[in-house]
């Protein structure tokens, strides 16, 4: 369950639209009245408010006179409600509201507690959402009938905590949970749209993720500049750093994620237009290639995923993955982790040895190939696909941290 709570000073346009008076309601047939507390029978948007200027009038004037509600279940807890079972649902969330004391780290108090249960409200419960998910809506006046005014500090942390207290109380499942929950398949479904996308570009990646259900949220900086993202789905937010894998789908990271998505297909790419006009490779029969699926004395597991996400792990010595980190230091080359994947990849014989020359035309030396000769040793035999491997994609310097 997810709860919303905010003072507002829109308080006649806030109650126009949750009784559904608003010409911005599509639909106010779907808008049911629940409950109201200390107010007169039957008032309409404007008999509400003037009720709550009432006592509002008896007091200091404060510019956020209104406190704005939203409370939203799971659909599955209420799919059997009737208007008695929100009322009960509402009771509960207000009783915990109220009783709850805010304090600082200091443990001084930030926020006393409120006095729903004696002040003027409002509550109307909302069918007509697009995600169809039913939801209350309520308006409270700031001024209870002692002329004790509703703290506001902290009001959205006493929202949710009451929300999560109720949930618990329910044997519901709580908001941190079913984000939890979605977490993973949020990822996946963000790493489907750029492993969809044929080149890469913000406004695509937003487009895509809209079309499967999404809103994206910029967050830009005073220069206007895009600085991270969150994601929206239904009444639940994930920011970018929540996603993913080592926070790969932050802005920052995104083209580079993309990259590492794409860059077997790039390599196939480029491994075609190096055997136009070129000599087939030489390459060491099947039956004599070592098998690398297997772990063996002296060997270390390293795991390569296809385009289409499957992952399979190999057992390489580890002289020769130690050498591919030294040749790709990732403190000194920006894209390491795409060159060794490519080099561990040819040296394991998942992909198939490219026929690239490194030496000028008319001949010349072909121990600069990297094909596997019968009597190559590993380690050699690493060099060349490690040569290999920076000919079709290259090197890129990192900026910044250096050995």
């Given at each position: 369950?997810?709860?919303?709570?905010?003072?507002?000073?829109?308080?006649?346009?806030?109650?126009?639209?949750?009784?559904?008076?608003?010409?911005?309601?599509?639909?106010?047939?779907?808008?049911?009245?629940?409950?109201d507390?200390?107010?007169?029978?039957?008032?309409?948007?404007?008999?509400?408010?003037?009720?709550?200027?009432?006592?509002?009038?008896?007091?200091?004037?404060?510019?956020?006179?209104?406190?704005?509600?939203?409370?939203?279940p799971?659909?599955?807890?209420?799919?059997?409600?009737?208007?008695?079972?929100?009322?009960?649902?509402?009771?509960?969330?207000?009783?915990e509201?109220?009783?709850?004391?805010?304090?600082?780290k200091?443990?001084?108090?930030?926020?006393?507690?409120?006095?729903?249960?004696?002040?003027?409200?409002?509550?109307?419960?909302?069918?007509?959402?697009?995600?169809?998910?039913?939801?209350?809506?309520?308006?409270?006046?700031?001024?209870?009938?002692?002329?004790?005014?509703?703290?506001?500090?902290?009001?959205?942390?006493?929202?949710?905590?009451?929300?999560?207290?109720?949930?618990?109380?329910?044997?519901?499942?709580?908001?941190e949970?079913?984000?939890?929950r979605?977490?993973?398949?949020?990822?996946?479904?963000?790493?489907?749209?750029?492993?969809?996308?044929?080149?890469?570009?913000?406004?695509?990646?937003?487009?895509?993720?809209?079309?499967?259900?999404?809103?994206?949220?910029?967050r830009?900086?005073?220069?206007?500049?895009?600085?991270?993202?969150?994601?929206?789905?239904?009444?639940?937010?994930?920011?970018?750093?929540?996603?993913g894998?080592?926070?790969?789908?932050?802005?920052?990271?995104?083209?580079?994620?993309?990259?590492?998505?794409h860059?077997?297909?790039?390599?196939?790419?480029?491994?075609?237009t190096?055997?136009?006009?070129?000599?087939?490779?030489?390459?060491?029969?099947?039956?004599?290639?070592?098998?690398?699926?297997?772990?063996?004395?002296?060997?270390?597991?390293?795991?390569?995923?296809?385009?289409?996400?499957?992952e399979q792990?190999?057992?390489?010595?580890?002289?020769?993955?130690?050498?591919?980190?030294?040749?790709?230091?990732?403190?000194e080359?920006a894209?390491?982790?795409?060159?060794?994947?490519?080099a561990?990849?040819?040296?394991?014989?998942?992909?198939?040895?490219?026929?690239?020359?490194?030496?000028?035309?008319?001949?010349?030396?072909?121990?600069?190939?990297?094909?596997?000769?019968?009597?190559?040793?590993?380690?050699?035999?690493?060099?060349?696909?490690?040569?290999?491997?920076?000919?079709?994609?290259?090197?890129?310097?990192?900026?910044?941290?250096?050995?």
């Open positions: 369950m997810i709860a919303k709570a905010k003072a507002i000073s829109y308080g006649i346009n806030d109650l126009r639209y949750i009784t559904g008076e608003s010409k911005h309601k599509k639909h106010p047939e779907k808008i049911y009245r629940v409950l507390n200390l107010l007169p029978p039957d008032l309409d948007a404007m008999g509400i408010w003037n009720s709550m200027q009432l006592t509002l009038s008896q007091h200091r004037p404060i510019k956020n006179s209104i406190i704005r509600i939203e409370l939203s799971s659909p599955e807890h209420t799919s059997f409600y009737d208007i008695e079972d929100w009322q009960k649902l509402w009771h509960e969330f207000a009783e509201f109220d009783k709850q004391t805010i304090t600082g200091d443990g001084k108090v930030r926020s006393s507690p409120t006095n729903l249960a004696n002040s003027k409200y409002t509550v109307y419960l909302h069918m007509e959402s697009k995600g169809k998910v039913p939801h209350l809506h309520a308006a409270i006046c700031r001024f209870d009938e002692n002329g004790n005014i509703n703290n506001d500090h902290n009001i959205h942390l006493r929202a949710q905590r009451a929300a999560e207290r109720v949930a618990v109380k329910r044997g519901w499942k709580t908001a949970e079913i984000r939890s979605n977490i993973p398949e949020v990822s996946r479904e963000c790493m489907e749209v750029l492993r969809t996308m044929p080149s890469w570009s913000w406004e695509e990646y937003k487009k895509a993720l809209a079309r499967r259900g999404y809103s994206v949220y910029e830009k900086d005073k220069k206007d500049v895009l600085r991270g993202y969150a994601i929206l789905k239904g009444n639940t937010k994930y920011k970018a750093s929540e996603l894998v080592a926070r790969n789908l932050m802005i920052s990271k995104l083209p580079r994620t993309w990259q590492k998505l860059y077997r297909e790039r390599l196939a790419a480029q491994v075609n190096s055997q136009i006009h070129r000599p087939e490779p030489v390459q060491r029969p099947a039956a004599d290639m070592d098998d690398y699926t297997h772990y063996r004395f002296g060997s270390v597991s390293y795991t390569l995923s296809s385009n289409s996400g499957r792990r190999f057992y390489i010595p580890e002289r020769v993955l130690d050498y591919f980190n030294e040749e790709f230091d990732y403190r080359v894209n390491s982790s795409e060159l060794t994947d490519i561990v990849a040819i040296f394991v014989g998942m992909l198939e040895t490219p026929a690239v020359s490194t030496g000028g035309g008319g001949g010349g030396s072909q121990s600069d190939l990297p094909w596997r000769d019968k009597d190559d040793d590993d380690l050699q035999w690493a060099r060349r696909c490690a040569r290999a491997a920076t000919l079709l994609l290259g090197k890129k310097p990192r900026t910044g941290l250096r050995r």
